[in-house]
């Protein structure tokens, strides 16, 4: 949590969270994501000062069980002095004790992102999903918690000024607002009308612009002109993996070329023949692609 200090800007995590969104289609299924196509609503974690402190925790961790649909699951919130905004422990359940950071007695509106973070936590440690790091786990939670229609919460407890910062999570602000826009495209919802924070929605358009970027990486027919120019040069060397670019090229069984690129929606590679105009359809988010190849 960024209370006041430096809050890191531009997208150091990227290939992870791109790996968590993999990870989650692979571990969820296309159909148990779809089933996530409604976000949280800010009326149901709403939470003013002059609302009970443990009451409102309660009821906004209670939605939160409802949003990641773990009835059996008994969330004890408590509060106290800590480092970072908040803490679960994450034993077999059914009862699940979240620690919040002393801060958010005073700051009640982000108790929601807190609990977003801690939920999210709870609801892979049951899925049995992790990365192999604590940090890379971490990044794995945020990216979880937002695709899934509860993060948008995180990214709107950013707020910066001159003097003044507040961040909570592990992603950058434009990484909360790329993996939000990774949503928003796949569920035509738009999420920036639900922010109270100007600066969460100046990222989140930083963030969609980076989204857009991956429908417009060749061999996708929306790549651009220079993409385009590099891709017919690189096809006639046919050379491996390069530096920045994300395509490759091998052949096939019988010495025909094919290119293999990631899925703009999931990441998940996608292999396909080098022959002109292609139609691909993703196997594991089902998006279909139109390539020229």
Known sequence: ?????????GYPHLETVRAAITALYKRLSYDTIQTFSTSVAPADVAFCDTDDLYAGAQRVAREMVRHFRLPDARLIVTFREMTHAANVELAA?????????DRFRTHRRD??????????????HRL???????AENEILTDTAATYLGAGWLLLDAYREDSVTSQKLGYLTPEEF????????LVFHEDPSVWFTSPQAYTAYVK???EARRD????????????GRRRYARDRRQA???????????????????????????????????????????????????????
């Open 215 to 226: 429908e417009q990486q060749p061999p996708l027919t929306g790549a651009g002109w220079a």
């Open 93 to 101: 359940g059914p009862e699940y004790f979240m620690e919040l950071n």
């Open 1 to 9: 949590m960024a209370n006041g200090g430096p809050v890191e800007h």
């Open 207 to 209: 963030g969609m612009a």
């Open 128 to 134: 049995d999903l992790s990365f192999a790091s604590t």
């Open 239 to 293: 050379p491996g993996p390069q530096p920045g670019i994300a395509y490759t090229f091998s052949p096939d069984g019988g010495g025909r070329l094919r290119v293999s690129f990631p899925c703009p929606t999931c990441h998940q590679r996608i292999r396909v023949p080098v022959r002109g105009r292609v139609r691909a359809r993703c196997s594991l988010c089902r998006t279909v692609l139109e390539c020229d190849t």
């Open 111 to 124: 108790i929601g992102a807190a609990l977003a973070h801690e939920v999210t936590h709870v609801y892979l």
């Open 177 to 184: 607002g790329y993996v939000l826009a990774k949503r928003a």
